[in-house]
């Protein structure tokens, strides 16, 4: 048996050159030299577009930090990962915690805050997330530079569900748990992302780390009389992809003792959340949206917040804060109370001190949906109410349960919807 199907592999062999040949002679010949030139001329795109794609970028660091240094970098500092919709409050809330002492965001010089000290050496606005300083997980084409943006033209793949802000986290692989769903759970993932990342928290010196650790393996814990410091990313994708994070820090090492390191990791997950109908109007108001009608926009708010309530109830074992916008622009003080004692670097005597301090630096403005609000409102003028009436039908359940309402949008506008609701529906 085993040799005829050998024998028979062996006649399929023999077939094959004898074929191709006449396939070839059925064809023109093809002009040589043209051929040749396109396809140097083609290879040679490619590779300029895979290049400026930052497909160069997703081979690894040469460098890769030591497993131990990443367990070392793990054992004494805290993780905080913020995340929340885009134009959701995710970058104010970041630059508020920045600006505590002890708290350290990526892409920031030693002394500046966030997205704040962009004039002064640190990355620009929305760039300083973490998703765009990394390269083991997928971007959705969340930051398109002008060459992405043409390339994604051409293969009519630029506005496509599941990439930009509008609809990233449709994408099969924007939902990331500790299932392992795309295979990136793995200890090269795990040193490839704190490479990635600690060289853009100032406060780490990782060749120091990656030269002096030897083996955290034997070391009994220390009881802890300092607060750590923090180490915060910020991405909104996080509230789609945090409990992958957690479950990478996790992972267990070569250097771990059985009942050794996990208990001293302290990884954090904060998620800040807004009205859908400010943070529609604010996703619309930039190229990345613009294209979504508030309805899809506020159906995608939706997905993202029912995902993150179901990983939240399933990994209640995991250290999650869920604070709202609204909140933190009604009662500062109050918030950041509660923000900073959850993350263990203040305690409730001290919290207020430093809450007021840290607002010194970054001012927090009030009447923070004001703006939308009242655009809001103009659109129902202009517009009428059919739209945000069908919206309410479809949608107001499930915004209801996050906290929020439609409805109470649209019903301290002067524009009288619930009158023409009750038509509409005849
Ligand atoms: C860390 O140390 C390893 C082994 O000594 C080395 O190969 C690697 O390049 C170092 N990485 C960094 C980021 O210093
Ligand atoms: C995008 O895909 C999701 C999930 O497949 C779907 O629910 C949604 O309606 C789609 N959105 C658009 C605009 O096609
Ligand atoms: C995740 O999947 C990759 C690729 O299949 C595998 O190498 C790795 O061991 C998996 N990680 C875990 C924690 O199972
Ligand atoms: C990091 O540590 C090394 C070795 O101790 C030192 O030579 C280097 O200057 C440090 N780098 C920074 C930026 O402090």
């Known amino acids: 048996m085993g040799s005829s199907r050998a024998e028979a592999k062996r006649r399929h062999h023999r077939t094959r050159p004898d074929r ?31 290049a400026a794609l930052g497909g160069g970028s997703s081979r690894l660091p ?17 993780m905080l990962h913020v995340g929340g919709p885009h134009r959701g409050g995710t970058t104010l809330l970041s630059d508020l915690l920045e600006a505590h002492p002890l708290v350290h965001g990526l892409g920031a010089p030693e ?39 043409a390339y994604r033209t051409v293969t009519g793949t630029l506005r496509q569900n599941g990439t930009g802000w509008g609809a990233y986290a449709y994408a099969p692989t924007a939902h990331l748990t500790e299932a392992n769903e795309t295979g990136l759970l793995t200890d090269v993932s795990r040193r490839q992302l704190m490479t990635e990342w600690g060289r853009k928290w100032a406060c780490l010196n990782l060749s120091e780390l990656n030269s002096t650790i030897s083996s955290l393996g034997d070391e009994v814990a220390k009881p802890e009389r300092q607060p750590r410091t923090v180490l915060l990313e910020k991405s909104p994708t996080n509230i789609m992809m945090w409990r992958f994070l957690e479950a990478l820090w996790r992972l267990p090492s070569r250097s771990t003792r059985p009942g050794g390191r996990t208990a001293r990791l302290d990884v954090k997950f904060l998620f800040i959340s807004r009205h859908p109908l400010a943070v529609a109007a604010a996703q619309r108001s930039w190229a990345d949206a613009s294209h ?9 708010w939706i997905y ?20 709202h916008f609204e909140q933190l622009a009604d009662d500062p003080i109050g918030t950041l109370i509660r923000v900073f004692v959850w993350l263990g670097i203040e305690d409730e005597t001290s919290a207020r001190e430093a809450a007021t301090t840290v607002l010194q630096k970054v001012p927090v403005k009030g009447g923070t949906n ?36 439609l409805r109470e949008w649209g019903s301290s506008c002067k524009v009288a919807c619930a009158a023409q609701n009750r038509f509409d529906t005849k």
Do not use: W
């Open 304 to 323: 993202q917040q029912e995902t993150l309530a179901a990983d939240i109830h399933a990994r209640t074992d995991a250290s999650t804060l869920r604070v």
């Open 62 to 78: 040469p460098e890769l930090l030591r497993a131990e240094a990443v367990d070392a970098v793990l054992d004494t500092h805290t």
């Open 370 to 405: 004001l703006k939308y609000h009242s655009q809001f409102c103009a659109s129902l003028a202009r517009d009428g109410c059919v739209a945000y009436n069908r919206m309410i039908d479809a949608l107001e359940p499930s915004v209801l349960k996050t906290g929020y309402s």
């Open 292 to 300: 979504l009608s508030v309805h899809q926009l506020v159906e995608h």
């Open 20 to 50: 191709a040949p006449t396939a070839d002679a059925a064809r023109p010949p093809a002009p040589a030299t043209p051929l040749l030139h396109r396809a140097a001329v083609g290879l040679l795109l490619y590779l300029c577009v895979v």
């Open 111 to 149: 002394n500046g805050i966030g997205s704040r000290s962009a004039g002064v050496g640190g990355t620009k606005g929305p760039l300083n997330e973490g998703i765009f300083l990394q390269s083991v997980f997928p971007r959705f084409g969340l930051a398109m530079g002008p060459v992405e943006i």
